[in-house]
């Protein structure tokens, strides 16, 4: 069963947002709205009847809710009254309509009046019953009726929560869970038709303890922010300040829809709003959408509500020697034992917070899901935590854990019970050695470790770590084999920098390719971005000691494995993702093949801090410029030099792989991964491919055109204007000019052709130079500490 064209009936921010998607992924999308009460009598004007799906697009359009701007073009619009018979021509059909139970199946009576038998339809739904959504639907209406249930936005969240009915085919399944996988990029989970399947049932119970929790240990907002972000494994937006991004409005109506869903849960009551929340609605302070909820900003200030008074005051530091313990651990699993583990506010909160989340989460199997790795993936994937429930079991020791509940006078869940009374002491395990290595986990059903599934079209390095010791490995960077005649070389420095390490390690590790049996390598890694830049503590210290030489040497350095990448006589390609800026952006630029997530943030940004780049950087971007015109061709190529020139010189990133494109940092040849977890392999598969049909190195560059002096002048007429309109401070211009002399390959008299050495030559000339300025040193200081460009 092929996608090929999807409807999506309704407009709201969820049904835009998943027509986006879809549109993102290559498909033709059909968006339907309701015609807009009031319109006059008579109406018949098509923008005005489609006026909410219309607003949606391009709403979504402002928001990033597209990869590329070119992919709204790919969204039809609609509306329910003139339009629901275009379903006919789709493949399938999502209803995300109000969450109403009568209002859905009064639409699904009108889309079976055109849906073409086959066309399979699903429902976002996030608490309804399947059951109760298709009674009274035709067999194949229900063979082919399933819920999807997106996490929102749909661009950035990962999960997708399916749930199949027991009418529902297989192939239906299976169609939707591959589609969503390989070309919608999601992380999928499979749920029980149960209330808020997997992640909406733990994670709101999560937030609505975190509210009493506050009240019974007597702290304030921002406390509890500092203690349930990323000391406890979850995102900086905590616990209150997700509230505020999600709409407390929108908290307490899905806390209230779980009590009313779950009468016989044991723990029900947890999921009554706390006062403090339904006044936050009563007066219209719903979050930011409103301008205030528990952080108001007030100018550049952040202000935080406080409880006791309900107005907003300023931030408070907040201290908690238990807090800083924990942020002195260095993976996720030590910082969460070293805050539960003391004996002081912070710690005494985090301890309730985490363990009636772990006794909640483990009473909910087999309720909501039959295996343990669905909730943590639903968990981490869903509300972006770094570990799902039962990987925090396991982290603090499950009977350890177990034992301190109990004196705290919780009744230990029956599945932990069970767990600790067969034989382990953990939920996952590994099993064999080497080669025979196996990932396991505790299964509900059979009461026995089982090998975990393996995703398909997924690499994981961590496995890699487990069979075998690195081929090759420092303190930057480890090369691992990853089969099929493929190596991956892995950073693993603090968000991936460049160090003079990782550029040995990338030299070492093509002169392991060469010189072995092997097909090819990636550059790739599978930390949360792929580099965020060169290693700026060691250029700053440098440059303040004037350590010219060694500042010098390490620019070689960089040029050095830019060029071995390059012209390695098997593929060098890299997997990219996240941040990949500055030197983290100049690797795969040197390389054959780039395999980009969808969601990479790519861009030459060292203008930022005082710098040009110069990791081959300005001298591949010249090179593109001088190559986008083809030999021969008397054609202008100043043009593409000048985009690429503006977005260094703005020291701009892409916002996707698909802008990167857009932007010139990814070719015509090189690939998007939709699904992030699956660009490794699909680099790895590119590897494999350009080896089995004989792959070539490119000619080295020997005649490159540049726009000599010509250009340095007419990109110097753009700054002087840049500067005149006060978009450009006095040292910015100097930079940029500083950027231009490269781009263009100096002062030559005229056009003419270079030496990819002789530009590289310029880079390091101009980069060294700018390392003497003190307004360069004050940017990159500035930028350390406060993580923010400097504009001086």
């Known amino acids: 069963m092929l996608i090929k064209k999807a409807a999506v009936i309704g407009a709201g921010t969820m049904g835009a947002g998943i027509a986006g998607q879809l549109a993102n992924a290559g498909v033709r999308c059909l968006l339907l709205d309701i015609v807009p009460p009031g319109l006059a009598e008579g109406e018949t004007d098509p923008k005005a009847r489609s006026r909410f799906a219309l607003e949606a697009v391009k709403r979504g359009a402002k928001t990033k809710m597209f990869l590329s701007t070119a992919d709204a073009s790919l969204v039809e619009v609609g509306n329910i009254e003139d339009d629901l018979e275009k379903i006919r021509d789709c493949d399938w059909i999502v209803e995300v309509v109000t969450e109403n139970l009568e209002v859905k199946k009064d639409l699904y009576s009108k889309i079976a009046k055109y849906r073409r038998p086959g066309t399979i339809v699903s429902s976002n739904t996030s608490g309804l019953s399947l059951h109760l959504l298709v009674e009274g639907l035709d067999e194949d209406f229900r063979r082919h009726f399933m819920i999807t249930h997106f996490f929102n936005p749909p661009r950035y969240m990962y999960l997708l929560e399916l749930v199949r009915g027991q009418d529902t085919l297989p192939e239906v399944y299976e169609t939707i869970e591959r589609f969503a996988d390989v070309r919608l990029g999601k992380g999928v989970v499979e749920c029980k038709d149960t209330p808020n399947f997997i992640g909406n049932r733990i994670g709101v119970f999560n937030m609505a303890t975190c509210c009493q929790q506050l009240l019974d240990v007597g702290l304030t907002v921002d406390e509890v922010d500092a203690i349930t972000g990323p000391a406890l494994g979850r995102p900086r937006s905590a616990s209150f300040r997700l509230q505020d991004l999600v709409g407390i409005d929108v908290s307490v109506m899905v806390m209230e829809n779980v009590k009313n869903l779950v009468p016989d849960d044991e723990s029900v009551k947890m999921f009554t709003p706390a006062g403090f929340l339904k006044r936050l609605v009563e007066e219209g302070r719903l979050g930011r959408k409103s301008g205030a909820g528990f952080y108001k900003k007030v100018g550049k200030d952040i202000l935080v509500l406080d409880l006791d008074t309900f107005e907003y005051r300023p931030q408070k530091k907040v201290e908690f020697d238990s807090?800083?313990?924990?942020?002195?651990?260095?993976?996720?699993?030590?910082?969460i034992q070293r805050l539960v583990a003391g004996d002081d506010r912070a710690a005494e909160y985090a301890w309730r917070n985490v363990s009636e989340t772990l006794i909640y989460s483990a009473r909910r199997v087999p309720e909501?899901?039959?295996?343990?790795?669905s909730v943590d993936r639903a968990i981490r994937w869903g509300f972006n935590w770094d570990l799902g429930p039962f990987e925090i079991w396991d982290a603090l020791g499950v009977r350890e854990t177990a034992e301190r509940m109990a004196k705290d006078g919780h009744e230990v869940p029956p599945l932990v019970e069970k767990l600790l009374s067969s034989g382990n002491d953990s939920f996952y395990g590994s099993v064999g050695a080497g080669k025979d290595h196996r990932r396991v986990v505790f299964s509900p059903l059979t009461l026995q470790q089982e090998e975990e599934p393996a995703r398909p079209g997924v690499i994981l390095l961590d496995d890699s770590r487990h069979r075998d010791a690195p081929l090759r490995s420092n303190a930057a960077a480890s090369l691992w084999d990853v089969g099929d005649g493929v190596l991956c070389l892995e950073f693993h420095t603090k968000m991936n920098s460049i160090a003079v390490e990782t550029l040995q390690a990338v030299q070492e590790a093509v002169d392991e390719v060469e010189g072995g049996d092997y097909a090819g390598l990636v550059i790739g890694n599978q930390a949360p971005n792929f580099s965020?830049?060169?290693?700026?503590?060691?250029?700053?210290?440098?440059?303040?000691?004037?350590?010219?030489?060694?500042?010098?040497?390490?620019i070689r350095?960089?040029?050095?494995?830019?060029?071995?990448?390059?012209?390695?006589?098997?593929?060098?390609?890299?997997a990219v993702h996240g941040l990949t800026l500055g030197g983290g952006c100049e690797i795969p630029l040197g390389c054959c093949h780039v395999q980009a997530a969808a969601e990479t943030y790519m861009g030459l940004v060292e203008l930022g801090v005082g710098l040009i780049p110069a990791g081959g950087g300005t001298r591949e971007m010249a090179c593109r410029a001088s190559e986008s015109v083809p030999s021969g061709v008397a054609a202008d190529f100043l043009p593409f030099l000048k985009r690429s020139f503006e977005l260094m010189g703005q020291a701009k990133f892409s916002s996707s792989a698909a802008e990167a494109r857009d932007f010139g940092y990814l070719t015509a040849v090189d690939r998007i991964s939709m699904n992030r977890d699956r660009a490794l392999a699909d680099a790895k598969r590119a590897v494999r491919t350009l080896a089995e049909s004989g792959y070539r190195p490119p000619r080295p560059r020997s005649a490159v055109r540049v726009a000599g002096g010509p250009g340095v002048a007419e990109f110097r007429v753009l700054l002087h204007q840049y500067r005149e309109a006060g978009y450009a401070s006095d040292y910015d211009v100097f930079l940029a000019g500083k950027l231009a002399y490269v781009l263009c390959g100096g002062e030559i008299d005229r056009e003419n052709t270079v030496t990819e050495e002789y530009l590289l030559d310029l880079e390091r000339e101009v980069f060294l130079s700018l390392c003497g300025e003190t307004k360069t040193i004050e940017r990159i200081d500035y930028t350390l500490k406060t993580g923010k460009p400097l504009r001086n």
């Open 323 to 335: 807090l800083t313990r924990a942020k002195q651990g260095k993976t996720t699993a030590e910082r």
């Open 368 to 373: 909501i899901s039959d295996d343990i790795v």
């Open 532 to 554: 965020a830049g060169a290693n700026l503590v060691l250029l700053s210290a440098l440059a303040k000691e004037k350590k010219w030489d060694d500042i010098a040497e390490l």
């Open 557 to 574: 350095s960089f040029h050095r494995t830019v060029l071995r990448t390059r012209y390695s006589t098997k593929p060098v390609a890299a």
